[in-house]
């Protein structure tokens, strides 16, 4: 159930993306435990309940970042480094085995728009990066937990939180998304089963 969701773990949490997600999942009231890399990312005035170090590729950093969380927010990613990976989908299968093994149910995750566009367009020094968020998503669709699959286009770093953005099951509508919105949507689908077990595009409209 939806509103039996207190605490929520944040894995991508220093990345662009996750550093607008934490203030509002704590603002809505969560108890937001994350697991960083490098203590030294999070700001200073961070709202993270509890900080777990270690890396996503690690299975018992995962299982101690899972310890008395009821729902999972993924949001990895690998900043500018645009070569071959599986850290996503590999960190993925980690996160939802811990998960899996502690009987949490909720999971939201981020991959990309590219995953709802034909494949052949997806620009050359993209493909590989968007070939582990393939992957990823198919651990998420195989894993029988009650995953939104988000699929945002550009996250942009200078839009505002609006708050109005459009939700599109399967397929995409527009071509950017602000960061802070697509952490407001993270947040929303915690108090939601609106989504669950369905992918998502996600956009926004700014002047």
Not at 105 to 123: E, H, N, Q
Request: aromatic letters at 6%; hydrophobic letters at 40%; a neutral charge.
């Amino acid at each position: 159930m939806a509103e039996s969701i207190k605490n929520v773990v944040i894995f991508g949490a220093t990345g662009m993306t996750g550093l607008a997600t934490l203030p509002q999942a704590a603002a809505a009231g969560y108890n937001v435990t994350v697991l960083v890399r490098d203590t030294a990312k999070l700001p200073s005035g961070h709202k993270a309940s509890r900080v777990v170090t270690g890396d996503v590729l690690n299975k018992e950093a995962v299982r101690r970042a899972m310890e008395g969380q009821d729902a999972v927010i993924i949001i990895l990613g690998t900043r500018n480094d645009l070569s071959p990976t599986t850290m996503m989908s590999e960190g993925t299968r980690n996160i939802l085995d811990a998960m899996k093994a502690r009987g949490i149910r909720k999971v939201i995750a981020c991959m990309s728009a590219f995953l709802l566009w034909d494949r052949s367009k997806v620009p050359p020094r993209l493909v590989a990066v968007t070939e582990d968020h393939d992957r990823m998503y198919q651990v998420l669709k195989d894993s029988g937990l009650d995953y939104v699959a988000v699929m945002p286009p550009h996250i942009a770093d200078n839009h505002p939180l609006t708050e109005e953005y459009t939700v599109t099951e399967n397929m995409l509508k527009g071509r950017v998304i602000s960061k802070h919105d697509l952490g407001h949507f993270f947040v929303k689908c915690l108090s939601t089963t609106e989504w669950d077990r369905k992918t998502v595009g996600l956009s926004g409209e700014y002047s």
